[in-house]
Each structure stands twice: as C-alpha cells, then as structure tokens.
C-alpha cells in the first residue's frame, strides 16, 4: 500500500547510550558528567541516578527483538564516549567497543540500519575535571573520540551523526538544570562555539576516511515559537529571541548559512558574551553534511503576559507543571523553514519525535499501556511529514522517541515516552498500545489513507 511515503523511508526508534544502557561503571567504564549530575542533591526530580537505567548493555538482544517485533527498518543510538576512551582521551577501552560490536552485529543480523550518534550528552567525567566544553582543547578529545568511532565502526554505520541537540549543553553550562550544572552564560556560549567547531572537525575527518555509503549528518532539535499574538510587540520579541538567541537559531545559522546571526552577533556583542573565534572557525563549522536530523516535539506560542504570570507564580513558591500546548502540525511548517530559511538541501530525517506521559497524570502500569494520546499525537506529525513529502520536501526517514521508557534526564523516571513500557524495577518490557499501532504504520508504509 503506498502511504505517501517514499518506498525506502526509514521508520525507526530512538534512544541514546546514558539513558538506557545502564552497566554505568562496569567493563571499563567510567563516570560521565551525568553520573555525576545524577549524585548532586535535587538535581533529578526523582533522585535517581542513571547506574541501571533499561540495562540495555546487558539486554539488547531482548530490545533488538522487540525492534524486530515492531519491523523498524532501523536503530538510532549513541555511543558513550565514557565507555570507549574511560578518560575522555588516551587508553581505548576494548571492552566497550566489544559491546558496540555485538549490538551492530546483531542489528544487521536483523536487517535494521544502524543509526550512530558521537555525542548525546554524556561527556567523560574526566574531561569536565578540565573544563569541558569550555576549553577549546574540547575541539582534539572530540576529534580523537572520533577517529577512533569511524576507525572501528566507520563502515558498519549507515548514517553517523556528530551531536545530538547541542542546545543541552547550554541547559548544562548556561542554566544549570542538565549536568554538569553551570550557570554562566559567557562559559557557555564559549562552549557551544567549540561543540560547533568540533562537530566541523569531524565532518573533515570522516570526509578524509572516504568510508564508502556512509553518511554523516547532525541532528539540531527545533522547537519553533511563534507569536500568541501576532503584531503584539511583546510576543513577537519573546518568539524571536526564543528561536534565535537561545534556540535552534544558534546552531542552523552556522551551520547552514554560515556564522552567527545578526540578532545573535548583536546581543552577544551587548551582553559580553561573544566566544572566542579563532580565524576559519565558521567554515569549519559550516563544512557540507550529507543529511539533516530534525528532532521534533511541539511547537510553542508565547504570551508575553502569561510569561509573566508563571514567573509570579514561581517566584511566589509555586510549581507550574502545566503540559503546554500540543502542536503537532508545527512540523510541516518547520520543515519548510529548514528548506527555505535555512536553504538546507541535504535529504532530512525526523531524528526524534514523541510524546511523554507524566506520572501525576498516569498512576498503574495498566494506565501508561493504554496511550491514545500518544497515538493522535505522533499520527497528526506523520500525517504533517506527508504533506511536506507532497510539497517535494526530501524527507527521508523518521524516528519514535522512544522505543522504551527510559532515564528522561534531570526527570528521571518520571516522564515516560517509550512505545514499550519500562518497569524500573524487574526491568521487564510491555508493549503500549502505541506499540501495535506503529507496527502497523511502518507495516503500511504510512498512515492508511
Ligand atoms: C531530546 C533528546 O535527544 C532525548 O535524549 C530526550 O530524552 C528526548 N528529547 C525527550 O525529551
């Protein structure tokens, strides 16, 4: 049956190595800034730490199966850096590329592309200890993580990626609320520069290595804002800074379209926080990619007044915990942005894209497996790519965040977006209703029309 989608569109799951694997200090491995994170008081809603989390490491072949189960045509995962070189640089662990073996192994064994991400979060603890991201040295540990990535697994992945969403290394550096837990914005914006200059340096190094069929990308999450109020000053300035100063602006804009934006440039410029730039720097960062990871959750409208009226209430002691709106169509429009703002040519893939339940509003296991809210969710996304497809959009695959219920970073467990459920404890794994119904999707090549 065709669906509107192109015959090879890569239906998929993701996930990422700290919030599943678990085995967090065994065969090697050593600390990541989150294993650190997850020990600071209050710092995880739940005071969990991320030692066990799916226990991935040792079950894989039981998720690869439930992959199988499901018939997605690939796996999006990331290696830890922590597990492959324990201090950051140096001495590789070959037990941890041992593990890395087996899990590509047994996903090809099982006709599902592998999809590998370099960096999703979990820094070696080692590297924090010297400045992290920080310090421009970030740029030859990344590079070094990265020949030894492409030299052991360099033909076996499909489709690499450089970084996962680098916007959480400023909730890391710049707000505190994600490891290692900063606050100093001018130390972040630093830091970002060299994240961006690194990924550059990989993009040169895997171009070097000419590793046939492979393909190199990044995925730059957009979570677009728009103006509550259209030609309401406020709101229209609220929206802009959202999307360009401390949103996927920062990263598309060199990306895409070569060195910070006017908007950005300005208030760096303004505030004391323009990074240090080295000569080349922007065309290193801008180096071509072969596709484009978009990961997609909602799309916001902003309220300058409402804005004001959650800062009161939190100032005052009160928690605002209110799911925001769903926006689930956004999608078709930020997907033309990428096209034409952004002019990005490369083919793109929907990178991640999923909808949580909160414990407050789920109690037993049995009310998390019925989720029809997830399905009317991640329906109307799908049936938004397939309008941009239709418009000529290049959009190639598309990805379930996640397969399972996992470690949701500073919520812990509390927020759950697996299309199987997750019990924490006996770790035993339970299809959701979502479950059955993307097998169907992916089993009609789309949404049956
Ligand atoms: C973005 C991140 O890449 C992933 O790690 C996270 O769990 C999901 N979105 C959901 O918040």
Same mark, same amino acid.
């Given at each position: 049956m065709n669906c509107g989608f192109p015959k090879d569109f890569l239906w998929g799951v993701a996930t990422a190595s700290a919030q599943?694997? &678990?085995?967090?200090?065994? /065969? &090697?491995k050593k600390a990541t800034i989150w294993d650190a994170f997850c020990?600071?008081? @209050?710092?995880?809603r739940d005071g969990n730490?991320? /030692?066990? !989390?799916? /226990?991935q490491y040792h079950l894989y072949e039981k998720d690869i199966a439930l992959m199988k189960e499901l018939g997605v045509k690939s796996y999006r995962f990331s290696f830890s850096w922590a597990r492959i070189l324990p201090d950051g640089t140096g001495k590789v662990n070959e037990k941890g590329l041992d593990y890395y073996r087996r899990l590509i192994r047994c996903l090809k064994e099982n006709g599902i592309v592998p999809n590998a991400t370099? *960096?999703?979060? /979990?820094?070696p603890y080692a590297l924090q200890l010297k &400045? +992290?991201? +920080? #310090?421009?040295d970030s740029v030859k540990w990344f590079t070094e993580y990265a020949d030894v990535l492409l030299e052991n697994f360099g033909r076996d992945i499909d489709l690499w990626v !450089?970084?996962?969403? $680098?916007?959480a290394t400023w909730v890391g550096y &710049?707000?505190?609320?994600?490891? $290692?837990g900063l606050r100093d914005e001018k130390y972040a914006r630093q830091a970002l520069h060299n994240l961006l200059v690194s990924h550059g340096e990989a993009v040169k190094l895997f171009r070097a290595k000419k590793l046939a069929n492979a393909r190199l990308g990044i995925v730059v999450d957009v979570w677009k804002h728009y103006p509550?109020? $259209? +030609? #309401?000053n406020e709101d229209e300035a609220m929206a802009l800074a959202a999307n360009e100063i401390a949103g996927f602006g920062w990263f598309l804009h060199p990306l895409f379209? @070569? @060195? *910070?934006s006017e908007e950005l440039t300005e208030y760096m410029k303004k505030n004391g926080f323009t990074p240090e730039i080295l000569e080349g720097d922007f065309a290193t960062i801008s180096q071509p990619v072969d596709f484009y990871g978009l990961n997609f959750y909602n799309g916001l409208y902003d309220n300058a007044d409402e804005a004001r009226r959650i800062r009161e209430l939190e100032a005052s002691g009160g928690n605002y915990q209110e799911r925001p709106e769903?926006? $689930?169509?956004a999608i078709y429009d930020v997907l033309h942005m990428l096209v034409e703002? *952004?002019?990005?040519?490369v083919p793109i893939y929907v990178t991640e894209n999923g909808y949580i339940q909160l414990d407050e509003d789920n109690g037993t296991k049995e009310d998390f497996l019925e989720d029809p809210e997830r399905i009317a969710y991640l329906t109307e996304v799908i049936r938004s790519i397939r309008r941009a497809i239709a418009d000529g959009i290049d959009v190639r695959g598309y990805y379930v965040w996640s397969l399972l219920d996992n470690?949701?970073? #500073?919520?812990g467990y509390t927020m759950r977006y697996g299309l199987y459920h997750t019990d924490? @404890? !006996?770790l035993e794994r339970t299809p959701k209703k979502s479950a059955g119904w993307y097998r169907n999707v992916i089993e009609n090549n789309g949404l049956d029309v």
């Amino acid at each position: 049956m065709n669906c509107g989608f192109p015959k090879d569109f890569l239906w998929g799951v993701a996930t990422a190595s700290a919030q599943v694997e &678990g085995a967090a200090f065994e /065969d &090697g491995k050593k600390a990541t800034i989150w294993d650190a994170f997850c020990r600071l008081p @209050g710092a995880i809603r739940d005071g969990n730490v991320m /030692d066990v !989390t799916c /226990d991935q490491y040792h079950l894989y072949e039981k998720d690869i199966a439930l992959m199988k189960e499901l018939g997605v045509k690939s796996y999006r995962f990331s290696f830890s850096w922590a597990r492959i070189l324990p201090d950051g640089t140096g001495k590789v662990n070959e037990k941890g590329l041992d593990y890395y073996r087996r899990l590509i192994r047994c996903l090809k064994e099982n006709g599902i592309v592998p999809n590998a991400t370099m *960096y999703h979060w /979990d820094l070696p603890y080692a590297l924090q200890l010297k &400045g +992290g991201w +920080g #310090n421009r040295d970030s740029v030859k540990w990344f590079t070094e993580y990265a020949d030894v990535l492409l030299e052991n697994f360099g033909r076996d992945i499909d489709l690499w990626v !450089t970084f996962n969403e $680098p916007i959480a290394t400023w909730v890391g550096y &710049g707000l505190g609320s994600f490891a $290692p837990g900063l606050r100093d914005e001018k130390y972040a914006r630093q830091a970002l520069h060299n994240l961006l200059v690194s990924h550059g340096e990989a993009v040169k190094l895997f171009r070097a290595k000419k590793l046939a069929n492979a393909r190199l990308g990044i995925v730059v999450d957009v979570w677009k804002h728009y103006p509550a109020r $259209p +030609g #309401n000053n406020e709101d229209e300035a609220m929206a802009l800074a959202a999307n360009e100063i401390a949103g996927f602006g920062w990263f598309l804009h060199p990306l895409f379209l @070569g @060195g *910070y934006s006017e908007e950005l440039t300005e208030y760096m410029k303004k505030n004391g926080f323009t990074p240090e730039i080295l000569e080349g720097d922007f065309a290193t960062i801008s180096q071509p990619v072969d596709f484009y990871g978009l990961n997609f959750y909602n799309g916001l409208y902003d309220n300058a007044d409402e804005a004001r009226r959650i800062r009161e209430l939190e100032a005052s002691g009160g928690n605002y915990q209110e799911r925001p709106e769903q926006h $689930p169509e956004a999608i078709y429009d930020v997907l033309h942005m990428l096209v034409e703002k *952004y002019r990005i040519k490369v083919p793109i893939y929907v990178t991640e894209n999923g909808y949580i339940q909160l414990d407050e509003d789920n109690g037993t296991k049995e009310d998390f497996l019925e989720d029809p809210e997830r399905i009317a969710y991640l329906t109307e996304v799908i049936r938004s790519i397939r309008r941009a497809i239709a418009d000529g959009i290049d959009v190639r695959g598309y990805y379930v965040w996640s397969l399972l219920d996992n470690f949701e970073w #500073n919520a812990g467990y509390t927020m759950r977006y697996g299309l199987y459920h997750t019990d924490f @404890g !006996t770790l035993e794994r339970t299809p959701k209703k979502s479950a059955g119904w993307y097998r169907n999707v992916i089993e009609n090549n789309g949404l049956d029309v």
